[in-house]
């Protein structure tokens, strides 16, 4: 599945939750972000995987992370949609 299709599908299956948003869940989920050890390890893979030097766990374990950042993404957007709108998207 194309990145683009996985991004919308991702967002369609969030919409439900999207309509539960109250407007200080919206705001901790714009401020949440990564702890700083997930962030370096984040950075280290990706360097790795920039070098080829990436194990096939540690490949595994990047893009684990980059879902999972996906994910927060669509929350994040979905937040700032209903602290701008007052409604969810």
Do not use: H, W
């Given at each position: 599945?194309?990145?683009g299709?996985?991004?919308?599908?991702?967002?369609?299956?969030?919409?439900?939750?999207?309509?539960?948003l109250?407007?200080?869940?919206?705001?901790?989920?714009?401020?949440?972000?990564?702890?700083?050890?997930?962030?370096?390890?984040?950075?280290?893979?990706?360097?790795?995987?920039?070098?080829?030097?990436?194990?096939a766990?540690e490949?595994?374990?990047?893009?684990?992370?980059?879902?999972a950042?996906?994910?927060l993404?669509?929350?994040?957007?979905?937040?700032?949609?209903?602290?701008?709108?007052?409604?969810?998207?």
């Amino acid at each position: 599945m194309a990145n683009g299709a996985s991004n919308s599908a991702l967002e369609r299956l969030l919409r439900p939750l999207s309509r539960e948003l109250t407007a200080d869940l919206a705001r901790a989920l714009v401020n949440l972000q990564a702890d700083t050890e997930t962030q370096a390890r984040y950075d280290e893979l990706a360097n790795k995987r920039s070098a080829g030097q990436i194990t096939a766990d540690e490949q595994s374990e990047l893009e684990s992370i980059v879902r999972a950042n996906t994910l927060l993404g669509v929350l994040k957007a979905e937040a700032r949609a209903f602290l701008a709108n007052g409604k969810p998207c």
